[in-house]
């Protein structure tokens, strides 16, 4: 049985100007150990779904419909103290952006140390002693000095390891990492990449990891899931995906990446781009999302929506026009 099961996700936020359908029936699975990515551009609902899946959307505005179960339970039908007792101990999630997510007045030994109370009962000596260890766990350097630091006193990597480490604390079976490399320069990613994949040998968690990095999701995601416009538009294991992409939308994600030794030719090529822009969620779209914006548009693609349909052994696409290859019995 998988340890997350999404189905049929829709997560809408009522405004002035109508309903905005950020999530609109996304459907996935995560299995226990494994990392999935979630690519896309920004809009494209990646952290509402991640938000939705540890009902940190507030309800109103939004409204989160369909069925999460985790370890087969329902999460959309647990109490607030059910889910209280969830986030941060069986599912993690490491936020976009650590000097906004760490609370400015408290050390980080404290930060870290009042999950390890509240879901583990640890005293307060017994909860700093934790701290340091997972502080040399995540790779800081004094780890006992810098737990009586704050956060403005930490580099931008040391703080996103601190993020971290406050999400392992308590050993959970899912992390969630809402684009944790963004703020950091490339030298600082790769240390973040090799420290996640490292502490996902050493503590076992799924990882549900949350991009528009497809060179982050090379590294690191065993299958990735595109989406655009709020729905899944394709979904395949890594190589796959990046060796024969089937909706037209990811071909153009993969196009736009810069290839190594391409100057080296002598020519100059631009990058390839997509065109036009997101539709409006706020109005419903009866054909393909991509309609507006795809190179091999027709009136069957603005009139009817495509299914995901499966066009390689575990490779789904929600393209009319995606080839399927055929399967030859042994």
């Known amino acids: 049985m998988a340890l997350l099961e999404v189905e049929n996700l829709q997560t809408h936020f009522r405004t002035p100007d109508g309903i905005n359908r950020a999530v609109d029936g996304v459907n996935f699975h995560v299995n226990a150990g494994e990392t999935v990515a979630i690519v ?89 002693d934790r701290a340091v260890e997972m502080l040399n766990l995540v790779g800081i350097p004094e780890a006992k000095r810098r737990v009586r630091e704050y956060p403005h006193q930490l580099s931008g990597g040391m703080r996103q390891r601190v993020m971290i480490a406050i999400a392992l604390a308590c050993n959970p079976k899912l992390l969630i990492a809402d684009e944790p490399t963004t703020a950091l320069d490339v030298t600082i990613q790769a240390q973040i990449l090799e420290l996640m994949k490292d502490l996902k040998h050493r503590v076992g968690a799924a990882i549900v990891l949350i991009t528009h990095d497809l060179g982050v999701v090379a590294e690191v995601a065993e299958r990735v899931i595109v989406m655009y416009a709020g729905r899944k538009v394709e979904e395949a294991a890594v190589g796959p995906l990046f060796r024969n992409p089937r909706h037209p939308y990811t071909q153009g994600l993969l196009g736009s990446m810069p290839k190594l030794g391409s100057s080296l030719t002598g020519e100059e090529t631009r990058l390839a781009e997509i065109p036009g822009l997101v539709p409006s969620l706020k109005k419903k779209i009866p054909g393909c999302v991509f309609a507006s914006r795809c190179p091999k548009v027709t009136d069957l693609c603005t009139q009817y929506a495509p299914a995901l349909e499966e066009k390689a052994p575990g490779h789904v696409a929600a393209c009319h026009y995606a080839l399927r290859e055929e399967v030859v019995a042994a």
């Not at 980080?108 to 999950?115: A, D, L, P, S």
């Open 40 to 128: 896309g551009e920004s809009g494209c609902g990646k952290s509402v779904t991640a938000m939705s899946i540890l009902r940190l959307i507030p309800e109103p505005p939004g409204k989160i419909a369909g069925a999460i179960r985790f370890n087969g339970k329902n999460l959309l039908e647990a109490s607030d103290k059910e889910m209280r007792a969830i986030r941060g101990n069986e599912i993690s999630m490491i936020f976009q952006e650590p000097m906004t997510s760490l609370n400015p007045v408290l050390t980080v030994g404290r930060q870290i140390g009042e999950t390890l109370r509240l879901h583990q009962g640890l005293s307060a000596q017994e909860a700093e």
